[in-house]
């Protein structure tokens, strides 16, 4: 750009400022670093191509600019997904546990395993007690968008008394195809047995609804679990104890041990077996 103008780049586009200093305007176009620096009486105006790198303050990582959709970015690669992902984190809008762009990145993977946009994959998936999850009106929705859900046949409602032991919640679903409807339920009872129903928090204020979603989870994991790809509901992976994890040393510790006690019957219980020849 020069004096307020774009100006041709020579390959059928323009380039227009980005940054630069006194003098000059440095611009981007079709992924290549543009240093305009305009005419002076005794010069006729210079363009220079630079890669972004090489720009001092440029945060490019490389060229190749990201498509926009009609249902928004579409990341291509790997290197796409991550830059995405470090712009998400940089922007500071990343949902609450998603604090490094490598933990975004893995729940962008998880989107596109389940076939949903990016931005509904940030808000929408979490690795709870280290199980990666899905809230419940998004398994619905990916078991929608499949083409295998048989709409007519899909129902969810209450039976019992409110408040009682009674009360639960109960799901029907089908897949298109050879097969019957596939009801599941959740109840009061249940939700006590499993030790939910007397902490404080949502199973408390929105009962009805967390009964729902344990119903729907159940019955949509059954029917469509290659859809799901055995993914759980968030509802679901909150009750479930974070499984306990052992160190290297520690698993060596214990093979040690296991080595030992087996040597230990082995020689206790040889005598026995020559004996007995």
């Keep these: 750009m020069v004096d307020g103008q774009e100006t041709p780049d020579g390959r059928g586009g323009t380039v227009g400022p980005l940054f630069g200093g006194e003098g000059k305007a440095t611009s981007i176009s079709r992924g290549e670093v543009v240093t305009v620096i305009p005419a002076t009486q005794n010069e006729p105006a210079q363009v220079a191509l630079k890669p972004p790198a090489t720009v001092p303050g440029s945060t490019l990582a490389r060229s190749t600019p990201l498509r ?23 922007s500071r809008l990343a949902p609450k546990g998603l604090d490094t762009p490598e933990k975004i990145l893995i729940a962008l993977e998880m989107g596109f395993e389940l076939g949903v946009p990016p931005m509904a994959a940030l808000a929408n998936t979490a690795v709870i007690n280290g199980r990666p999850s899905v809230f419940g009106d998004l398994q619905l929705a990916i078991v929608r968008a499949s083409g295998l859900f048989d709409a007519e046949h899909f129902r969810e409602w209450m039976e019992g008394e409110p408040n009682t032991d009674a009360w639960k919640a109960c799901c029907t679903v089908r897949r ?3 097969g019957a409807p596939v009801t599941e339920e959740f109840s009061i009872l249940d939700a006590k047995r499993a030790g939910l ?13 967390m009964l729902a ?3 729907r989870g159940y019955a949509l994991r059954k029917e469509f679990g290659d859809v ?37 019957i082995a020689a206790e219980t040889e005598p026995a077996v020559q004996a007995s020849k």
């Design 68 to 90: 926009i959709g009609h249902r928004g970015i579409q990341l291509s690669t790997l290197e796409d997904a991550f830059r995405f992902a470090r712009a998400v984190h940089n």
């Design 176 to 178: 298109y195809g050879p």
């Design 197 to 209: 129903f007397g902490k404080e928090g949502t199973w408390q204020t929105y009962p009805q609804r």
């Design 213 to 215: 979603w344990r119903a």
């Design 228 to 264: 799901l790809l055995g993914f759980p509901s968030i509802e679901e992976s909150r009750t479930i104890p974070e499984e306990q994890s052992i160190d290297a040393s520690g698993a060596v510790d214990l093979a040690d041990r296991v080595a030992e006690k087996a040597a230990t």
